[in-house]
């Protein structure tokens, strides 16, 4: 605490991210981090970004990445906002359509960021519970609220909820930005982007660091009706003209123009995470049905805390969230099959060790 | 206006960066722009950082980058703060020390974005007027405040104050954050650094933009007592946890390794401004004793707007700011010397014709 601290930095509870140890070479699970690199197209289109232009300010209004995603995803322009990270994305959003006045909903359960931004932005939340199964009780959304956000899937649940509640969830609060967070749509999940054109008041936000592998490179984006973009865009110029720079612009553009590495990628992702996924349940794990690049394992003996520290041991890191609820979970990022085996193999001395 | 956007985005006015057209080749001598590209050495670091780590999460903690710039300043790394541009470091720092019960002074001639950040987090600001020679009036910031933000050099002036001025207005406000901008301090002025080891309250920003030529990579730093440091650090990790990415972090240090570079293209700059602002003196400029990479003129005869409508005409992009007392000046970036060469010619033109 320091006297020259504003009310606004003395009274704010940072968020603080998974642990990115330097002490030794780990087999990291715990960041949901894709296993495989970027494409080397888009590796090239960063090499050949590195020339002189890079003394010159990059485009304020990001149009070749912003066309690109349009284009991708089948809707205008005016309807894309790009950012850095989705961390970044969620944050302007948190400030741009969120009222003080009445409480954001979001689960109890989801990512820890939304009750931060909440109070950087000064606003009420309501945390909504998730049901004895990890599942999003939308209907007990159905009350008086300043904005709802809502991943999907969920995280750390891996939980995937079908578009058809978030139709419903936006019909029934027209008056009411609903912001649907797709970090991990990708590894199996149906975009909402579909309803973006449906529903003025839908937000869909993306991020390039799971799917496309670039959390190295900070890249998030968000699809919605103009008006929402535009308002996106009014926070944003009232923070930071130039949130992305060059190399990462070419980055994103390019990681756009490789949809079979994409596919390629994501794919073996989803195999492995199967493959994961079966195995755990015949060493007696409960599993969450994950349609994302972790899963959310849980053991009807062993503690999840102890098996976090026995598996960093061994050298294998995952996450483990010292919380209501789900202090008996852990979170464990899909990696390579070589990795995911590493893992299991640890997991199997664990369990072997304790019978 | 949408009935979604909460009262902060319906409020703001937000900032409007100069122009990066797209219409034609121009020579831009408009946002104040290196015309150096990076370092050699710069350009190596990226495309070696153009790997597969690039999958994985940067450093949240940016620690290799602040050691760096510890050492290069003789502060301790907990005195250092880095950021997506110091137009984001501002941002948090605006969120981080200064007071919504008393109002933020600074020049009503300056950057304008500080009144942008000052309405984002609800603070009142109060304009201190510059004197007849656009120099800071230093006496006047003797009032009740919730901190203070000056740039030195000022922009658009170009004028650079002395740090005894500095030394006494942080005196002076033991309970406040004097926040010094010293986005262009390398093109002939003494940075406040020195400041810092003073007084606790004295933040010094800086930018890799300007005298490093990476205004296209987006980097900027803060040096400060440790107490500040943890404060911006508080609200940036309540907004975005990973603000600058592997490419941005491996440039930036590569930047600072590369002195001799650094030296010789910030000289070359400083030997053009010299020589171009005693050519616009022998045409009839008015022109600032300036310690920045651009000059701010006016002529006595020919209205501002009429010679930036000119020039644009020509192909030659500068700032023309229309806001009372300076909207008979025109701010002129420094360019090489074929640059302000093509300039001063056009300039002689437009001069000549009107007589």
Not at 326 to 332: F, Y
Request: proline share 7%; hydrophobic share 45%; charged share 25%.
């Amino acid at each position: 605490m320091s006297k020259y601290w504003s009310p606004l930095a003395a009274s704010l509870v940072p968020y603080v991210p998974g642990e990115q140890p330097k002490d030794k070479k780990y087999i990291k699970l715990n960041t949901n981090e894709n296993p495989y690199p970027p494409s080397p197209k888009v590796l090239e289109a960063i090499r050949e970004a590195a020339n002189a232009d890079l003394r010159l300010y990059p485009d304020p209004t990001c149009d070749a990445l912003v066309r690109k995603i349009a284009d991708y995803y089948g809707v205008r322009p005016e309807q894309v906002f790009v950012g850095n990270g989705s961390d970044e994305v969620l944050a302007f959003a948190f400030g741009a359509f969120f009222d003080p006045a009445d409480p954001i909903l979001f689960p109890d359960i989801t990512y820890s960021f939304y009750k931060v931004y909440a109070e950087f932005f000064g606003l009420k939340a309501e945390l909504i519970p998730l049901d004895e199964r990890f599942e999003v009780p939308f209907e007990l959304f159905d009350r008086e609220n300043g904005g709802i956000v809502l991943p999907n899937p969920n995280a750390p649940t891996a939980i995937l909820a079908p578009l058809d509640a978030f139709r419903g969830l936006l019909a029934r609060n027209p008056d009411h930005v609903v912001m649907i967070d797709e970090a991990y749509i990708d590894f199996g999940g149906q975009s909402a982007v579909e309803l973006v054109k449906e529903f003025p008041n839908a937000l869909v936000v993306q991020t390039l660091s799971k799917s496309r592998s670039l959390a190295g490179i900070r890249v998030g984006f968000a699809i919605g009706s103009e008006e929402l973009i535009e308002g996106l865009n009014r926070v944003k110029n009232s923070f930071n003209s130039y949130t992305l720079d060059r190399v990462a612009l070419a980055a994103a553009i390019a990681s756009f123009d490789d949809e079979v590495y994409f596919r390629t990628t994501t794919e073996r992702v989803i195999l492995t995470r199967e493959a994961a996924s079966d195995k755990l349940r015949q060493m007696g794990f409960e599993v969450t049905d994950s349609r994302a690049n972790f899963v959310f394992i849980s053991h009807p003996a062993i503690a999840a805390k102890t098996l976090f520290e026995q598996l960093r041991e061994k050298g294998i890191l995952v996450r483990y969230f010292n919380q209501p609820r789900i202090d008996n979970h852990l979170r464990v990022s899909i990696g390579t099959d070589e990795e995911m085996d590493a893992f299991l193999t640890a997991l199997q001395e664990i369990v072997a060790a304790r019978r």
